[in-house]
């Protein structure tokens, strides 16, 4: 018999399978924020498929993306609309999301903007804007879901998303505030992370690389061509792609991991 110290799995010899599925999110509440469109709709619908229930919230009506889930998936959805910038929105949007499904687990924290401007034409309500939506929307949301565990005596994960762009300067766009905003979501995690570990909350971050989304979609073809020239795999990353990670994250397999940040780039900052 081999055994681990955790009660949630074991593996007899020969057959090495594990007693629950821990990639499996059954019995689970998730919010995932910015799921109203590209990469928050998408990994909304691969969380439905691990076997939880999802609460999407978005500045825009989501009604139909989770009604859309729902049907597709045999899982309990709503939709809370909510600007993420406004803490007291937050506060009763998280509110909200427990009222109608009862309780909350998981929350995948991923809304989040992009300006490409150069810095000396970034106008100070341009900065504030892309900083309101991707750091203090990021944090207030965060802080919401972790007051709402720590006040109902659960433990929770949270995956946010970050980007590569914490880590390097994109070129040839300019995108300072961007860049800026998603460093601070980074190091957030990490503070959070070790704030929150003895509340038995894990927050963790994926930084995803050159996504196609619409967001990218609409960005000017020759930018797209020196991006995908520069990426080892020579093509941009898809949304599906990323929900393996977040998925990881969220669910007991990886219990042991908390204050991470997994880059999904396909090896564009390696190199």
Not at 96 to 103: D, I, W
Not at 177 to 194: D, E, I
Not at 240 to 267: P, R
Request: some cysteine; glycine content about 10%; hydrophobic content about 40%.
């Amino acid at each position: 018999m081999y055994y681990s110290t955790s009660p949630q799995y074991y593996a007899t010899k020969g057959e090495k399978t594990m007693k629950n599925d821990l990639f499996s999110l059954g019995g689970k509440v998730a919010v995932v924020t910015g799921g109203n469109q590209g990469i928050g709709k998408v990994v909304a619908g691969f969380i439905a498929d691990a076997g939880a229930d999802v609460v999407i919230i978005d500045l825009n009506d989501a009604t139909k993306v989770a009604r859309d889930i729902a049907e597709e998936y045999g899982v309990r959805t709503a939709a809370v609309a909510c600007d993420v910038t406004k803490p007291q929105e937050v506060e009763k949007a998280i509110e909200e999301a427990a009222r109608k499904m009862g309780t909350l687990d998981l929350l995948f924290n991923n809304a989040g903007i992009c300006l490409h401007k150069d810095a000396l034409d970034c106008t100070p309500q341009d900065w504030l804007k892309v900083v309101d939506v991707n750091l203090n929307g990021i944090f207030f949301v965060a802080q919401a879901f972790g007051k709402y565990l720590v006040r109902n005596g659960k433990k929770g994960n949270i995956v946010n998303t970050a980007s590569m762009s914490a880590t390097i300067v994109n070129i040839p766009q300019g995108q300072a505030s961007y860049n800026s905003s998603k460093a601070g979501v980074a190091h957030l995690t990490k503070s959070l992370a070790v704030e929150w570990a003895g509340k038995g909350i894990r927050v963790n971050s994926i930084s995803p690389g050159y996504i196609m989304t619409e967001m990218t979609g609409n960005v000017r073809k020759d930018w797209q061509e020196l991006w995908v020239n520069s990426i080892p795999f020579k093509r941009m990353g898809r949304p599906e792609e990323l929900a393996g990670a977040v998925i990881y994250f969220l669910s007991d397999a990886s219990t042991y991991t908390s204050g991470c940040d997994m880059l999904i780039d396909g090896c564009f900052t390696v190199v």
